[in-house]
């Protein structure tokens, strides 16, 4: 009797449903959560009610000054002027010497724009509202870095999240990939916003761009970089908010501890030794944002040829301080990984 052995094919069963996610769609799904949050609705909602009592400030504070407007704004001139000449000539008449009592201003020392009830929008002014709406996207992407990683903590979420994907790296990448997409996001349309507010500003309530001169050319591409620098702020701050909560396991305490480095040891750094100012963070974003970067004062020297002692002047690029930014967003991130990957998350 021979024992006949047969085959059964086996077919492929279900799909393993505890298995991890691949990265696309973990990073996928964390940006659906980052959206989805009520956290984020009210801060973008309080954002864009913010912006909009913003530009209704904006346009009732200035005007395009009629012709009469202007007459007006010209008589007072001349009468402030002519007073002022008055009191200087009737100064040395009396016998004092013209050091003491001054110089008579002309009309070009007082432009017209001072007497103007409702000043003009310049294009001048649209570089300080971008830096403007650059730190307030970034002061708000802190503030969801912070909560993003901070609220997981608080919840125990990050728990149950480590058994759907144990792979903490993979896992904290994605989280960080979907915040960092989405501040960037916000921070580019930002400044787009503005950018075109501005140009509805200068066209309606201002003065046109060729009143610049012969700066007029390169005005708006002068004014895309600077805006461009502002939006890409929020990066590193985003990063130090979404680092500072992950290492404190709290998302208060990542807001206390942002505000006495940055409000009282920074302070009391620059006191103690003022040559430390251009590797501050504070500094490091007036560098970063001001179109040529900016001038500190350091130590006082003494300057031989002038015969006095003074400040000595440093000055801080841009690339410097986009550098020290990511420095400081690099250290915290990095330590408050490292732990993560090592430390008990229960």
Avoid at 280 to 291: L, N, R, Y
Wanted: proline share 7%.
């Amino acid at each position: 009797m021979t024992a006949a052995t047969t085959s059964v094919a086996t077919s492929p069963g279900p799909p393993d449903r505890g298995a991890a996610p691949p990265f696309p769609r973990l990073l996928w799904t964390e940006w659906q959560r980052l959206w989805a949050r009520r956290f984020t609705k009210a801060l973008l909602a309080v954002s864009v009610l913010g912006y909009l009592a913003a530009m209704v400030f904006l346009w009732s504070a200035h005007a395009q000054p009629t012709p009469q407007d202007i007459a007006e704004a010209t008589v007072a001139r001349d009468q402030n002027i002519a007073d002022i000449r008055a009191s200087v000539d009737q100064c040395i008449a009396g016998g004092e010497t013209s050091g003491f009592c001054g110089v008579a201003p002309t009309p070009a020392d007082y432009p017209i724009d001072y007497f103007l009830a409702s000043s003009p929008f310049t294009p001048t002014q649209v570089p300080y509202y971008s830096l403007a709406v650059g730190v307030a996207v970034a002061m708000a992407g802190f503030i969801l870095g912070a909560t993003f990683i901070g609220a997981e903590w608080s919840s125990r979420n990050l728990v149950a999240w480590l058994f759907y994907e144990p792979r903490r790296l993979r896992l904290l990448g994605a989280k960080l990939l979907a915040l960092i997409g989405a501040v960037t996001v916000l921070a580019l349309v930002a400044q787009a916003i503005w950018l075109l507010s501005a140009q509805l500003l200068i066209t309606q309530r201002g003065v046109p761009v060729s009143s610049l001169g012969s700066d007029a050319d390169q005005f708006w591409p002068t004014a895309l970089q600077e805006s461009l620098r502002a939006a890409l702020l929020v990066v590193p701050v985003t990063l130090l908010g979404f680092g500072l909560a992950n290492l404190l396991r709290n998302t208060a305490a990542a807001f206390g501890v942002a505000f006495v480095f940055f409000v009282i040891v920074e302070q009391v750094a620059a006191g103690i030794s003022p040559g430390l100012q251009p590797y501050q963070f504070t500094v490091s974003v007036a560098a970063w944002v001001t179109s040529g970067g900016i001038t500190v004062f350091g130590d006082a020297v003494y300057d031989a040829q002038a015969g006095y002692v003074s400040p000595a002047p440093i000055p801080v690029s841009n690339l410097h301080g986009g550098v020290v930014l990511m420095v400081y967003a690099a250290v915290v991130l990095g330590v408050s990984v490292w732990l993560f990957r090592r430390r008990d998350v229960v």
